[in-house]
């Protein structure tokens, strides 16, 4: 007797994909035999090691433990959706590159999902919170020594960020209050006080 099957419609790295599948279908398989995102990795297959941990609206979860019929109509990022899509890496990512926070990488996607959503959550982890958030993946290889370190330097690189942007925004700001200062329309004094505003914004008053 032929096995039903089930159409699991799901967003994917901000793509809509769906697909017909058994209702035993577990997530990781779904993700990795038929959509093809072979990132996400299986180890243990009991929820245990974390490498195939992905992020479900968000949140990470083990997807060797979850029914693919069970994540239709939610959203799902997996480590081939954590990158920029002109390819760049993302601050984790590029934190994990730097700190040489793997070795054979088997682990690393789940690591990579697990510490998105971490820093997310709390940018700026304490010692004793980054030991916690990354407790329940696990590496053979690294001693996780480098990956700690990948984790603090990810929370530093996205905060050297926020401060750019921040400071971008307030240039952008001033120089639009300028703009309006010198050509507001009507005001004779215009030019003048634009003169006064950008001596202020160069530190000239």
């Not at 419609?9 to 599948?21: K, Y």
């Amino acid at each position: 007797m032929m096995e039903q099957r089930h159409e699991v419609a799901v967003t994917v790295n901000g793509v809509h994909r769906s697909a017909m599948v058994p209702a035993r279908r577990l997530l990781s398989d779904f993700l990795r035999h038929d959509l093809g995102l072979t990132g996400t990795h299986v180890g243990c297959e009991h929820g245990v090691c974390g490498c195939c941990t992905i992020l479900l609206d968000g949140e990470p979860v083990r997807s060797c433990l979850m029914f693919a019929v069970t994540a239709g109509g939610h959203e799902i990022t997996t480590v081939e959706g954590l990158a920029g899509t002109d390819g760049s890496l993302s601050r984790v990512q590029q934190a994990f590159q730097e700190c040489h926070g793997l070795q054979c990488g088997f682990c690393t996607p789940g690591f990579l999902c697990t510490v998105t959503a971490l820093l997310r959550d709390n940018p700026a982890p304490s010692e004793a919170e980054v030991l916690e958030g990354v407790s329940g993946n696990l590496c053979r290889c690294t001693g996780y020594q480098n990956i700690l370190k990948s984790v603090h330097r990810a929370s530093e690189l996205i905060t050297e960020a926020g401060r750019a942007s921040g400071a971008d925004a307030r240039d952008g700001h001033l120089r639009s209050a300028k703009h309006a200062v010198r050509h507001a329309p009507g005001d004779t004094a215009g030019d003048d006080a634009g003169d006064v505003a950008g001596d202020t914004v160069g530190g000239a008053v």
